[in-house]
């Protein structure tokens, strides 16, 4: 049987490993540099550090690649809160209901139309409708409109629809 264990008995698994101890002398073997090699970057401290990209103070190729052009870019200034960004739906899509059913955001996230409801829903003309629906989206096409209207469906928006405004002359 194995002996009792104890604070006496105690031991490590194996052997400690010595730190190695870095400038202290010639004859350590990691003295007057610390195995850091003479000046330069690298020899100062911080210098493992940099982040992904950094290219020692050149311009980052990040940086020196073009943007793309126009508000539809990432890069564009300004961005600004006038954009927002919409799901697209087709009427196709809303087949998937049953007759007489409401077509809600909620509703397009539970028959698995779209994922969540962070962003506007709007229904797009594209495909027939056959189906009765009550329709409560953010924005609605005007051909998509007519094609509910023509099914016998109803059409009412989540928000006031957007007046477009003329351009000075």
Same mark, same amino acid.
């Given at each position: 049987?194995?002996? +009792?264990? =104890?604070?006496?008995?105690?031991?490590?698994?194996?052997?400690?490993?010595?730190?190695?101890?870095?400038?202290?002398?010639?004859?350590?073997?990691?003295?007057?540099?610390? !195995?850091? !090699? @003479?000046?330069?970057?690298?020899?100062?401290?911080?210098?493992?550090?940099?982040? *992904?990209?950094? #290219? !020692?103070?050149?311009?980052?190729?990040?940086?020196?690649?073009?943007?793309?052009?126009? =508000?539809?870019?990432?890069?564009?200034?300004?961005?600004?809160?006038?954009?927002?960004?919409?799901?697209?739906? =087709?009427?196709?899509?809303?087949?998937?209901?049953?007759?007489?059913?409401?077509?809600?955001? #909620?509703?397009?996230? #539970?028959? !698995?139309?779209?994922?969540?409801?962070?962003?506007?829903?709007?229904?797009?003309? =594209?495909? #027939?409708?056959?189906?009765?629906?009550?329709?409560?989206?953010? *924005? @609605?096409?005007?051909? *998509? +409109?007519?094609?509910?209207?023509?099914?016998?469906?109803?059409?009412?928006?989540?928000?006031?629809?957007?007046?477009?405004?003329?351009?000075?002359?």
């Amino acid at each position: 049987m194995a002996e +009792q264990l =104890n604070l006496s008995s105690l031991k490590p698994m194996q052997a400690r490993k010595a730190r190695k101890r870095i400038g202290r002398g010639m004859g350590s073997g990691k003295g007057r540099y610390s !195995g850091r !090699g @003479i000046k330069g970057q690298k020899a100062r401290s911080g210098s493992h550090k940099m982040r *992904a990209g950094f #290219e !020692g103070g050149q311009m980052p190729i990040y940086m020196r690649l073009g943007k793309q052009r126009g =508000n539809t870019s990432k890069d564009a200034m300004p961005i600004g809160p006038f954009r927002t960004s919409t799901i697209p739906v =087709n009427v196709s899509a809303l087949d998937r209901f049953d007759d007489g059913a409401e077509v809600t955001p #909620e509703t397009l996230v #539970e028959k !698995g139309v779209i994922k969540n409801t962070k962003t506007d829903v709007k229904v797009l003309g =594209n495909g #027939e409708l056959t189906k009765t629906l009550t329709v409560r989206v953010h *924005a @609605i096409s005007a051909t *998509a +409109q007519k094609k509910v209207e023509k099914a016998g469906g109803t059409v009412s928006l989540l928000r006031a629809p957007r007046t477009k405004r003329r351009k000075r002359s």
